[in-house]
């Protein structure tokens, strides 16, 4: 029979959030495949847990998985932890987990902390719904493009930032998202945790050098469906605006009048410019 393959949630700081299930399910496996076995073994010092280590970091994932996934076969136990939080959540992990369920092989998570839910709770943002997208891409076209396709989103938004990258990231979600409210969540559980709310561009007055780690929380967007659309429009030439509204079928005299209250602006400026 096929061993049990568990994801054991780690702390993200404070050694002292881990769940008394996780220290049990990390005593009992056969082995424990960890992200960075040096880190995960200052882990299993502290709870005087002595077992096998193997390596399962992203670049190795799929050969990784093979090597695992046969031993679950053979019955082995696996325990699988990241460098800190909960293992698959922007950490390695998803690879293993979708070929022991192809395998027909169980999967057992065991919850503990995570890095975006410590940070939400305490963040005082809307909390009911939210859209979490992990780190933003590392080429800059596809970083700005990702933000604009949230920018609309009316739910909190959640990031993963490094440090060093914190300050343009910042200055990028002020230029497309507008002056937002935000928090950032430094440090957590940690002696220099902190959650700095203010919106973006008093945030980046007073953070100097960013240092430790950090969890980015954006206020969703809050115009209105029927705004978002009129900035949308206001953001075409004035050919483009006018194309819009042929294409639903308008007249002319109607585009114009629908142009101007757009715009805001007198409808026989626009007039003058269609004739
Ligand atoms: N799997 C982890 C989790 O469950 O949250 C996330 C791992 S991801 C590689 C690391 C990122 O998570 C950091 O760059 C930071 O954005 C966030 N993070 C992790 N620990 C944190 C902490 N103690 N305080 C603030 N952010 C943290």
Do not use: W
Request: aromatic share 6%.
């Amino acid at each position: 029979m096929s061993g049990i393959l568990y994801i054991v949630a780690t702390p993200i700081g404070n050694l002292d959030d881990i769940t008394l299930r996780a220290i049990k399910i990390l005593k009992s496996v056969d082995i424990i495949a960890a992200e960075d076995t040096r880190h995960t073994l200052k882990l299993l010092n502290h709870l005087e847990i002595s077992k096998p280590l193997i390596s399962y970091y992203k670049q190795t994932e799929k050969l990784k998985t093979e090597i695992l996934i046969d031993r679950l076969k053979k019955g082995e136990n696996i325990a699988l932890v990241s460098d800190a939080g909960t293992p698959v959540i922007s950490d390695p992990g998803e690879e293993v987990v979708k070929v022991a369920i192809k395998n027909s092989i169980k999967v057992v998570p065991i919850p503990g902390p995570c890095a975006l839910i410590t940070a939400l709770i305490s963040s005082g943002m809307e909390a009911r719904e939210f859209s979490f997208l992990g780190f933003l891409p590392v080429n800059k076209k596809e970083k700005k493009e990702k933000l604009k396709e949230v920018s609309e989103d009316t739910k909190t938004l959640i990031f993963y930032e490094a440090p060093h990258k914190l300050i343009d990231t910042l200055k990028e979600m002020k230029d497309i998202f507008g002056d937002r409210k935000i928090c950032l969540a430094r440090e957590l559980t940690k002696i220099h945790e902190e959650f700095l709310i203010d919106t973006i561009s008093n945030l980046l007055e007073k953070t100097q050098v960013p240092k430790g780690e950090y969890v980015i929380i954006v206020e969703g967007n809050n115009l209105s469906k029927k705004e978002i659309e009129t900035n949308k429009l206001n953001d075409m030439s004035i050919e483009e605006h006018y194309k819009y509204y042929e294409n639903l079928g308008y007249e002319k005299k109607e585009i114009i009048k629908q142009i101007a209250k757009d715009r805001n602006v007198n409808k026989n400026e626009i007039y003058k410019l269609f004739i």
